[in-house]
């Protein structure tokens, strides 16, 4: 149980373009998502929490209007890179939660890889 | 600030016993969770700790001591498959997940 999806697993996309990240929980409601980056040889960077019918918290220095999250159901949430730039390329990886807080772990999707060219 | 202090690497035999330490300092403690990413994948949870003590699943378990702000992933019988970072992470007093920045271990023949 507790499957999480992501899709596409990789893309690549010109500067300038938009690119939309879908993250799904697959088996059970996810009341809040995350969305996390991930530099080569570096740790998990958290971008975002979203609970789902709310708008998303970004952490210090995400800008929001470049990074579209949406949050419409308990199964799906999605990232929006706009205007990507080569700067953008990451791993980006989506947890979901069945809780906000207490013990419940977060369920990783498999991750986007994303290169902007 | 919030921190959590790990290895950068560490280096084992296959077949041997491995510690990787986390030490950590955040505004209030809900959880420590222990996580295992292979090389461009997703990270995967190991396991959790709120209570001192040792939790022991399988080949892998995990210690937590709260007064002293520390963990550790205890890892035996390793076998290359084991070659992975490890991740721990702590569930803050708002119960946001602060990161260390991960222990690679590299498993030798």
């Known amino acids: 149980g507790a499957v999480v999806s992501q899709h596409p697993s990789w893309v690549i996309c010109k500067s300038g373009t938009s690119v939309k990240i879908e993250c799904r929980s697959l088996?059970?409601?996810?009341?809040?998502m995350f969305w996390y980056r991930q530099f080569p040889k570096q740790s998990l960077m958290l971008m975002a929490t979203s609970n789902e019918g709310s708008k998303a918290t970004y952490e210090q220095g995400v800008e929001k209007d470049k990074f579209l999250i949406n949050h419409a159901s308990l199964t799906l949430s999605t990232l929006t890179v706009t205007s990507a730039h080569p700067e953008d390329s990451s791993f980006y990886i989506c947890?979901?939660?069945?809780?906000?807080?207490?013990?419940?772990?977060?369920?990783f999707g498999p991750g986007t890889r994303l290169t902007v060219t | 600030g919030q921190n959590i202090d790990q290895p950068t690497e560490m280096t084992a035999t296959e077949g041997a016993i491995v510690q990787i330490n986390c030490t950590y300092q955040?505004?209030?403690?809900?959880?420590l969770f222990w996580y295992q990413q292979h090389a461009g994948e997703a990270p995967t949870f190991l396991s959790y700790n709120v209570l001192d003590g040792l939790e022991e699943k399988g080949r892998f378990s995990s210690f937590l001591s709260r007064s002293k702000g520390y963990s550790y992933l205890l890892l035996k019988e390793l076998q290359m498959k084991d070659s992975a970072s490890y991740l721990c992470a702590v569930k803050d007093s708002n119960y946001q997940l602060i990161w260390g920045a991960g222990t690679k271990l590299i498993i030798k023949p």
């Open positions: 955040t505004s209030g403690f809900n959880g």
């Open positions: 088996d059970f409601q996810a009341t809040t």
């Open positions: 947890s979901a939660s069945l809780k906000a807080g207490g013990s419940y772990e977060q369920y």
